[in-house]
């Protein structure tokens, strides 16, 4: 490509030089034989017999040509010894060779010259010398030769260079493929820094990778938890079918062992299901299924069936709406919100003590963005277990009594990440406060994804 | 009463006929979806049992074809498919109502129960009875032997439920799904606190408590025998 590109430039000068150079020869010898026909028409043919020996003795050597001669005749006067045995072109132009004997060697040379019959029988050849086109032309042509061929092997060369480095990017690729492959999932494809189509493909398959590594370690944590936390409750229920019939039980007896593995059963299928939901929330990406969901009216409604288990406990519960007629809507999943929501207050209940207070508050920021708030005056989460109580299945020792798959705030975590909303866990000074800040109405966040 | 239950799985189909036998069905089997269409189609039942997912013929297939077919048999759909979303496609297809899997027989049998009577008497009533227990619906007013009882709105709703469905099993998940629109299980015993509330109210200064407690399952409101 390289080649051919520096061969049409280098062949375009060549063409313009010449054609060029042909065109100024060709205007000096019209011009001078438009002044020798002058002196003929004015002086008659002796005139342009003397003006012709004139030039001839003027100008020594071969670079300009004359020649006078009658239509079948020697010729009179000119730097020629002969007619040249060519035919001229239509417009009187001709092209030979000219032999001479130039200190003493034998020389030919080309011209280019034109003929123009003059009215007394006579012809008048005016040419040039065209030796330096042609030596020009011959360098021209050494130049191209050695230029084409410079510029082939550079190409050559480039091109073997560039394919090796092409092929050992796309062999880098291969590689981390590979080792993918092979089961280790941190491979990644190396990056040149030059921000060029393959820098750009790297940094796209890196990130894929990364995406499909969280979402495998994802699923090992899913598969290690459900391991986890199933197990013993399955042992358990293994163990007391089984002490059961070791024994000789009477009918009441039976029943009371089914009704523990019924119950057992209940708790193992409820962690599963939990799981299996949250695994789903964060798998999915249909934000299209969201529709406006008042925040007020969803929070007021939970505190209304929470109210009396509050009460139960003698805390108590209470739901703060924003001031003023603002709408309180945010896009979402209602039935997905509805739960996080509940799991927050039922934590708020559970982990706070008798007596405690359980608020719960909509309100607006600064920016006017919609927050949910649900705050009580328990014992609160110590600031270093703040974040890891968002994984599954962590559960503070203190709360080990309590009953529970762990997964509430898991389960918080995963709808306000569907929901774009900003979770945070902070001290309520004392006990727990959770705020969650939803993004503005007007980009909900497939939106704000996609603009990324 | 006779039930189908459309139900690939060989096991789990021969236990539920089991149950509903011994709850007094009589109960029909086919283990895939062309079956149970024509099965539904040529012969009458009083409710279906219905598996989403089936071999030959999709569940929801099934009951779009029977609705089209002008058959009113009340479905329960049966799915492993817990989602709002597969929940909300079930009963758009035609079905009445719909259980993820795996469910508690008890709830399955009070979820029928609920289909079968629904048919049963005006839909537009203005007053509940039982026993002493009344209810106007349009001065939403609650009496009990005469004397006036005064609800919370959702107090209201909830006993409006449980006397609607007087006399049947009506499980947690029902009255959370009726009653509050809640799709998921609370974990905490909510509903038994709500309901231990209305008991104060309307069983506490009585003789014969309406609202039962039924072990394992859920409440019943009825005269007591």
């Known amino acids: 490509m390289f080649a051919l590109l520096s061969g049409v430039v280098l062949g375009?000068?060549?063409?313009?030089?010449?054609?060029?150079?042909?065109?100024?020869?060709?205007?000096?010898?019209?011009?001078?034989?438009?002044?020798?026909?002058?002196?003929?028409?004015?002086?008659?043919?002796?005139a342009l017999v003397s003006a012709l020996e004139n030039r001839v003795t003027g100008y020594q050597g071969y670079h300009h040509i004359y020649l006078l001669a009658p239509l079948d005749g020697e010729p009179l006067v000119g730097n020629l010894r002969q007619w040249p045995k060519v035919e001229p072109d239509r417009n009187g132009w001709m092209h030979f060779m000219v032999e001479s004997e130039i200190e003493g060697r034998r020389q030919l040379w080309p011209a280019h010259a034109r003929v123009v019959h003059l009215s007394s029988g006579l012809r008048l050849l005016v040419g040039r010398d065209m030796t330096e086109r042609t030596g020009f032309a011959r360098i021209m042509e050494q130049s191209l030769a050695f230029a084409l061929g410079a510029a082939l092997i550079l190409g050559i060369i480039g091109g073997i260079i560039m394919s090796r480095n092409l092929l050992r990017r796309i062999d880098a690729v291969n590689r981390t493929a590979q080792t993918i492959l092979e089961g280790d999932l941190s491979g990644r494809v190396p990056v040149s820094g030059g921000g060029d189509e393959?820098?750009?493909?790297?940094?796209?398959?890196?990130?894929?990778?990364?995406?499909?590594q969280k979402l495998v370690s994802a699923m090992?944590?899913?598969?290690?938890?459900?391991?986890?936390?199933?197990?013993?409750?399955l042992n358990r229920m293994r163990s007391r079918l089984e002490i059961t019939l070791v024994g000789k039980p009477d009918l009441e007896e039976y029943r009371h062992s089914l009704e523990g593995a019924l119950e057992d059963t209940d708790h193992i299928l409820h962690t599963?299901?939990?799981?299996?939901?949250?695994?789903?929330?964060?798998?999915?990406?249909?934000?299209?299924?969201?529709?406006?969901?008042?925040l007020s009216e969803l929070a007021a409604n939970t505190v209304d069936l929470y109210e009396p288990v509050a009460e139960e406990r003698g805390q108590s519960l209470t739901f703060t709406p924003p001031l003023g007629e603002r709408p309180t809507t945010?896009?979402?999943?209602?039935?997905?919100?509805?739960?996080?929501?509940?799991?927050?207050?039922?934590?708020?209940?559970?982990?706070?003590?008798?007596?405690?207070?359980?608020?719960?508050?909509?309100?607006?920021?600064?920016?006017?963005?919609?927050?949910?708030?649900?705050?009580?005056?328990?014992?609160?989460?110590?600031?270093?277990?703040?974040?890891?109580?968002?994984?599954?299945?962590?559960?503070?020792?203190?709360?080990?009594?309590?009953?529970g798959t762990g997964l509430g705030l898991s389960l918080v975590a995963?709808?306000?990440?569907?929901?774009?909303?900003?979770?945070?866990?902070?001290?309520?000074?004392?006990?727990?406060?959770?705020?969650?800040?939803f993004p503005d109405r007007a980009a909900p966040p497939a939106q704000a994804e996609a603009a990324e | 009463m006779r039930i189908l239950v459309v139900e690939d799985d060989a096991e789990a189909a021969a236990y539920l006929a089991k149950g509903l036998r011994e709850s007094g069905y009589v109960v029909d089997h086919a283990d895939n979806g062309m079956d149970g269409l024509y099965m539904a189609t040529n012969e009458t039942y009083d409710a279906i049992v219905l598996d989403r997912m089936l071999p030959r013929l999709d569940g929801l297939a099934v009951v779009e074809t029977l609705r089209k077919a002008g058959k009113q048999t009340p479905?329960?759909?049966?799915?492993?498919?817990?989602?709002?979303?597969?929940?909300?496609?079930?009963?758009?297809?035609?079905?009445?109502?719909?259980?993820?899997?795996?469910?508690a027989f008890s709830e399955l049998l009070a979820r029928l129960e609920a289909l079968l009577r629904r048919g049963d008497g005006p839909t537009q009533q203005t007053r509940l009875q039982v026993g002493d227990l009344e209810m106007d619906l349009l001065a939403r007013q609650v009496t009990r032997s005469g004397r006036a009882i005064t609800l919370q709105p959702r107090e209201f709703r909830l006993l409006e439920y449980l006397m609607r469905h007087a006399g049947q099993v009506v499980t947690r998940t029902m009255l959370l799904e009726n009653v509050w629109d809640y799709h998921f299980d609370p974990?905490?015993?909510v509903i038994d606190v709500h309901v231990s509330r209305l008991r104060q109210k309307v069983d506490k200064d009585f003789d014969k408590p309406l609202i039962q407690t039924v072990r394992g399952a859920g409440y019943c409101l009825r005269e007591p025998d």
């Not at chain 1, 599963?272 to 008042?294: H, K, Q």
């Open chain 2, 75 to 103: 479905v329960l759909i049966l799915s492993a498919l817990g989602e709002v979303d597969a929940r909300v496609q079930g009963l758009r297809a035609g079905g009445d109502d719909y259980l993820a899997k795996p469910y």
């Open chain 1, 272 to 294: 599963f299901n939990a799981l299996l939901s949250i695994a789903r929330i964060e798998g999915r990406n249909a934000v299209e299924t969201f529709a406006p969901v008042d």
């Open chain 1, 414 to 437: 995963a709808v306000a990440d569907l929901h774009g909303a900003r979770l945070e866990l902070s001290d309520n000074a004392p006990g727990l406060r959770v705020e969650l800040a």
């Open chain 1, 12 to 46: 375009l000068v060549y063409w313009t030089t010449a054609a060029l150079i042909d065109q100024q020869t060709v205007t000096a010898v019209n011009t001078e034989m438009a002044g020798l026909k002058d002196i003929y028409h004015r002086g008659g043919p002796n």
């Open chain 1, 198 to 212: 393959f820098d750009r493909l790297a940094i796209n398959l890196n990130s894929m990778l990364d995406r499909i």
């Open chain 2, 187 to 189: 974990q905490t015993n």
């Open chain 1, 330 to 403: 945010v896009m979402g999943d209602r039935h997905l919100l509805s739960q996080m929501t509940a799991n927050l207050v039922d934590n708020a209940i559970k982990y706070t003590q008798d007596g405690g207070r359980i608020e719960v508050a909509v309100r607006f920021d600064a920016t006017g963005a919609v927050h949910l708030v649900v705050g009580d005056n328990g014992p609160g989460i110590p600031e270093k277990f703040r974040h890891s109580v968002l994984d599954r299945f962590v559960r503070l020792e203190q709360s080990r009594h309590t009953v």
């Open chain 1, 220 to 233: 090992r944590d899913v598969t290690d938890n459900i391991a986890h936390d199933l197990r013993s409750p």
